[in-house]
């Protein structure tokens, strides 16, 4: 059975009201299950690219992704190139670039796969803490408070 998770009020003000945007990205930001990353660089240079990209408070992003990086306990392949890291880990960074954007939206597609059990609590807790609105697809249903579940099953 897979699961979709809505968390949050930003969504029912979204379906009430219209949002004027020039780009559906300021709005929402989308973690796949898999990171798509530039392998040749490193976490940093991946931040910075990624960066380049939005329009971002570039000293709230880096602020942020800080948090990130310590939760994931990323600090020590500070240097190192993605494509030597593990899938794990390169998700965890994803996960890290995409949840640092200030957005109304965060839309996850089984963010929880490739991660290891503590990482999974670690991003259950801070998903369930915060106060920004998540949809969450995944078949496990176990590691996310929420309050509107959408069951899609054959």
Do not use: C
Not at 93 to 121: A, H
Not at 128 to 151: A, G, L
Request: aromatic share 12%; charged share 25%; proline share 1%.
């Amino acid at each position: 059975m897979q699961y979709g998770y809505a968390r949050g009020s930003a969504i029912n003000m979204n379906f009430n009201r219209n949002i004027e945007v020039q780009n559906i990205n300021e709005i929402h930001s989308f973690v796949e299950d898999t990171p798509q990353l530039m392998e040749n660089l490193s976490i940093r240079d991946n931040m910075n690219f990624f960066l380049s990209l939005w329009k971002e408070d570039r000293k709230k992003y880096k602020i942020k992704f800080e948090f990130f990086l310590k939760m994931f306990k990323l600090d020590r392949y500070n240097g190192e190139s993605i494509k030597n890291l593990s899938l794990g880990t390169k998700q965890k960074v994803f996960i890290s670039l995409m949840l640092s954007r200030d957005v109304l939206v965060y839309i996850l597609d089984e963010p929880f796969n490739s991660l290891d059990k503590e990482s999974q609590i670690a991003l259950s807790n801070y998903i369930n803490r915060s106060t920004k609105s998540f949809i969450v697809v995944s078949h496990d249903n176990s590691k996310i408070n929420y309050n509107r579940e959408i069951k899609l099953g054959r």
